[in-house]
C-alpha cells in the first residue's frame, strides 16, 4: 500500500493549480485548501491530496516537467484555457467510432492535460493534470490490489500490453478492429485516454489492458470502503448481470494529522470496460430531438432498476421503517437545499403544505428502506445491443460517506432516473408528448418486474407510490436548482420548471 507525507506546493504552482481547480466540477467550491498531503507514485509523478475548509479531502495526481529553454512554451498563463486534447475523447465520441459513425475530431495540443507553466528558482515548469499522461496510467497499474476473486486466484495481475504475446491473448484488441478506439489507442501511441464525459470523477479507457479497463480516479477520497469498490461485485454475486466487474483498487494510507494512525484512503478503482456501448444519456437526448421512441429502452431499462433493487436487498441488509420518517427526513433535505439556494428558500412554504397533504394521504405504514445506487440518472448507464449497464455506484461524492449508504426508498432512485429523462427533453428540445411516454414507459418496466411485497419487505401500492416517486422528484429537483446556479445556469430553469410542475396546487 502506498503512503503520504505532508507537503507543501510551491507558490507558484499551487496559485496555478488553484485558478484550475476552481473550474473543475469536481472541486467542491472552496476557493483555497488548508492543508496537503503528498504521495509519490513513482519519481516523476504525484499525488497530491488537498483537504479543503469545508471538510472534503481532493485527489491532484501531479506532473511537473521542466520545459527546457528552447523549448516553445506549451502555455504562457494559468488562465490558459485547456480544452480537448490529444488523449482526450468523449463518450460520445467514442460510441460514434464503435458505430462507424462520423469521427468529431479537434486540434491537438502540444501536452495534454496541461494546466499552466510557471517559473520556479529560474525555472520553466509544465503543471500537467497526470491523469492524462502515459506515466500516471502505468504508475496505477502498477501499484493496484486486485479485488476480483477469479482474477486473484489465477494471475493476480492486469494484463498490460508489455504482457499480450501474439497468440489468442490479442483478440479484441484495438490493432484487430481500426476505427473503433481514438487514433493514438489504436496505434499503440498511448496506453489509456480521459473520457472527457462531465462527471465528479476522472475516467481513463485503456482499451489494451486485460481486454478493455476503465480506471476511475476518484477525485473526492473518504475514510472508509467506497461504495463503487464493493457494490458492483455484490451485485454481481446476488445475481444482477448488469454491473461491470471490479478487477482492481488502487490505495493509500493518508498521515495528514487528522487521526493518529492515519487512514486509508480509495484512489482509483478499476473496472471492466464494457464494448459496444453509449451513453445512457447521450442516447435519450438523441432520441428526445428526433422525436424518437424511447419507450422499449425505457421499459426495458425500468425492468432491469427493479432486479437491481431486488439484488441490493439481497446483497445488504434491508430495515423496516415507517413513512412518516422518510418524510421527516426529506423535510430536512429541503431545508439543506433552501440553505444554499434563495429560489429554493422562496418555495419553503408551498413545499411545507405539499408535504403536509403527503403525510395526509399516504399515513404512517410500514415501508422498506434498503441499500441504494444513490446517485442514479442516465448518465450512470451505458446502452449496448447486449441489453444496459448501470454505473458509478458511489453516490453523491461531495457527501459524507455515511450519509450516501445510508438505507433509503428504492423510489428515490426512480425519481433520479425520471429527473434525467426530463433534462434529456429539455435541452434537445423534445417535446412534451415525448418526455410523458418516456416517463411512462420507464415506470411500467419498473412496477412490472418488481417482486410482491411480503411481511419482510413491505411497501405501499402503486397509487402511493407514484406519490413518493413525485416526493422525491422535489426533493431532486430542489437540489438541482442549486446545483445549476453554481455550475450552469443556463440550465437552472429545467429543475425550476419541475418544481413548480409539482407544487403548481400550492403556490
Not at 403525510?359 to 441489453?387: K, N
Request: negative net charge.
Amino acid at each position: 500500500m502506498l503512503n503520504s507525507r505532508p507537503d507543501e506546493l510551491p507558490s507558484a504552482i499551487a496559485e496555478a493549480l488553484r485558478q484550475w481547480l476552481l473550474e473543475q466540477r469536481w472541486w467542491p467550491g472552496d476557493s483555497h485548501w488548508a492543508s496537503a498531503t503528498v504521495i509519490d507514485l513513482t519519481d516523476h509523478v504525484q499525488i497530491w491530496l488537498l483537504r479543503t475548509p469545508s471538510g472534503v479531502t481532493v485527489q491532484v495526481p501531479l506532473i511537473c516537467d521542466v520545459v527546457e529553454k528552447d523549448e516553445p512554451s506549451p502555455a504562457t498563463s494559468p488562465d490558459s484555457e485547456v480544452s480537448a486534447a490529444s488523449n482526450v475523447v468523449s463518450f460520445a465520441d467514442y460510441s460514434r467510432r464503435r458505430h462507424g459513425q462520423p469521427e468529431i475530431s479537434a486540434e491537438p495540443e502540444q501536452t495534454p492535460g496541461l494546466i499552466a507553466t510557471v517559473t520556479v528558482d529560474d525555472t520553466d515548469i509544465a503543471v500537467i493534470d497526470a491523469t492524462h499522461d502515459e506515466r500516471f496510467h502505468r504508475a496505477v497499474l502498477e501499484q493496484l490490489r486486485i479485488v476480483e476473486p477469479w482474477l486473484k486466484q489465477s494471475t493476480n495481475r492486469l494484463l498490460i500490453p508489455d504482457d499480450i504475446g501474439d497468440e489468442d491473448t490479442t483478440a479484441g484488441t484495438p490493432t484487430e478492429r481500426p476505427g473503433v478506439y481514438p487514433p493514438e489507442l489504436e496505434d499503440g501511441r498511448r496506453l489509456g485516454a480521459v473520457l472527457a464525459v462531465e462527471q465528479s470523477n476522472t475516467s481513463i479507457i485503456m482499451p489494451r489492458v486485460h481486454h478493455g479497463v476503465i480506471v476511475k480516479v476518484l477525485r473526492c477520497v473518504v475514510d472508509g470502503a467506497q461504495p463503487d469498490l464493493d457494490v458492483p461485485n455484490s451485485l454481481a454475486a446476488a445475481g444482477f448481470a448488469h454491473v461491470p466487474r471490479t478487477y482492481a483498487v488502487l490505495e493509500s494510507k493518508v498521515d495528514d494529522g487528522r487521526f493518529l494512525a492515519g487512514w486509508q484512503a480509495t484512489l482509483a478503482i478499476v473496472s471492466q470496460l464494457v464494448t459496444d456501448a453509449e451513453d445512457g444519456f447521450t442516447r435519450a437526448c438523441a432520441m428526445a430531438a428526433g422525436d424518437l421512441s424511447a419507450t422499449t429502452d425505457l421499459r426495458t431499462l425500468g425492468a432491469d432498476l427493479a432486479e437491481m433493487h431486488t439484488a441490493l436487498r439481497r446483497a445488504f441488509p434491508a430495515e423496516i421503517s415507517s413513512l412518516y420518517d422518510v418524510i421527516d427526513a426529506l423535510e430536512e433535505r429541503f431545508e439543506d437545499s433552501a440553505s444554499r439556494c434563495d429560489q429554493v428558500r422562496e418555495l419553503l412554504g408551498p413545499i411545507d403544505t405539499y408535504l403536509d397533504a403527503v403525510r395526509r394521504q399516504l399515513g404512517d405504514e410500514p415501508v422498506t428502506v434498503q441499500r441504494l445506487h444513490g446517485d442514479l440518472h442516465l448518465g450512470q448507464t451505458l446502452w449496448s445491443p447486449h441489453g444496459w449497464w448501470v454505473l458509478d455506484f458511489e453516490g453523491e461524492p461531495l457527501r459524507p460517506l455515511a450519509a450516501r449508504i445510508l438505507p433509503d426508498l428504492p423510489e428515490r432512485d426512480v425519481a433520479g432516473m425520471l429527473r434525467s429523462v426530463d433534462y434529456a427533453a429539455a435541452i434537445s428540445d423534445g417535446s412534451p408528448a415525448w418526455a410523458s411516454q418516456a416517463r411512462d414507459a420507464l415506470l411500467t418496466g419498473y412496477f412490472q418486474h418488481e417482486p410482491a411485497p411480503t411481511a419482510r419487505y413491505p411497501r405501499p401500492d402503486e397509487s402511493h407510490r407514484r406519490t413518493l416517486i413525485e416526493t422525491f422528484e422535489l426533493d431532486k429537483a430542489a437540489y438541482e436548482v442549486g446545483y445549476e446556479q453554481v455550475h450552469r445556469p443556463h440550465w437552472q430553469h429545467i429543475p425550476l420548471a419541475a418544481m413548480h410542475r409539482i407544487l403548481a396546487p400550492y403556490l
